[in-house]
């Protein structure tokens, strides 16, 4: 069965620092990996993808991810928090032998202080 | 352009009673999912529809949830006889067809059944 961890359930950095919000998965196959950036009342926004290719992967707002076969982990950085970076993250597979559905990680909330 | 959207934003309900959630997917999406997102359950994966092919409820959780999509479009998710369970934030995602493509979320609807 297809799955993904997020083993911290917060993750606190200042402001400038860089951050690392962690993502493991367990996958049958090739995985296709997303996260998911969700801010308070709002739904699901969409920052990055790896399919295939380069194990570096860039997305939205300055957010890259770095994928990595050998540890099985998909872990989501930005060199430089923003505390409007302040949310909800969620790692997420693709379950290809499924409906194609999405099985999502708890979550980890990023807190970026000033 | 126009992205996935969905109503009512916010439901409150009484116990016992049924209601309807409306998802209006990205045009040309055919692939069209509903997922629900609740404290105890984190984010769970309903019910997916693609094109015009029978649909694929395996997560329902009950037999009073139901879904359908019209015309390969629109798509309404009913729960009959709501209980204190349901409550919870339902959230409809559409894509283009294959694993390869990432899902776009609609701002969710928050149900409530007192």
């Known amino acids: 069965a297809q799955s993904v961890a997020q083993p911290e359930d917060q993750v606190n950095v200042a402001e400038g620092n860089p951050l690392t919000v962690k993502c493991t998965y367990s996958?049958?196959?090739?995985?296709?990996l997303f996260w998911y950036v969700q801010y308070p009342n709002r739904g699901l926004q969409f920052l990055l993808k790896?399919?295939?290719?380069?194990?570096l992967v860039k997305g939205s707002y300055g957010f890259e991810a770095e994928f990595n076969k050998s540890q099985t982990s998909f872990h989501l950085k930005k060199p430089s928090a923003l505390v409007s970076d302040s949310a909800l993250y969620f790692c997420a597979v693709r379950d290809i032998w499924d409906t194609d559905k999405l099985i999502f990680g708890t979550g980890t909330r990023l807190q970026v202080f000033p | 352009g126009a992205g996935v959207s969905q109503s009512p934003s916010n439901k409150v309900t009484e116990k016992g009673k049924d209601v309807e959630l409306r998802c209006d997917p990205i045009?040309?999406?055919?692939?069209l999912y509903w997922y629900r997102q609740s404290l105890g359950q984190g984010l769970e994966f309903l019910i997916y529809?693609?094109?015009?092919?029978?649909?694929?409820k395996s997560g329902l959780p009950s037999d009073r949830f139901s879904a359908e999509r019209t015309g390969g479009s629109v798509s309404t998710l009913t729960i009959q006889r709501t209980q204190q369970e349901d409550s919870a934030v339902y959230l409809c995602?559409?894509?283009?067809?294959?694993?390869?493509?990432?899902?776009?979320f609609g701002p969710g609807t928050r149900l409530t059944v007192t």
């Open positions: 529809f693609q094109g015009n092919s029978a649909p694929d």
């Open positions: 996958v049958s196959g090739n995985p296709y």
């Open positions: 995602a559409s894509s283009l067809p294959g694993s390869s493509y990432e899902q776009y």
């Open positions: 790896y399919i295939t290719g380069d194990n």
């Open positions: 045009s040309g999406h055919t692939a």
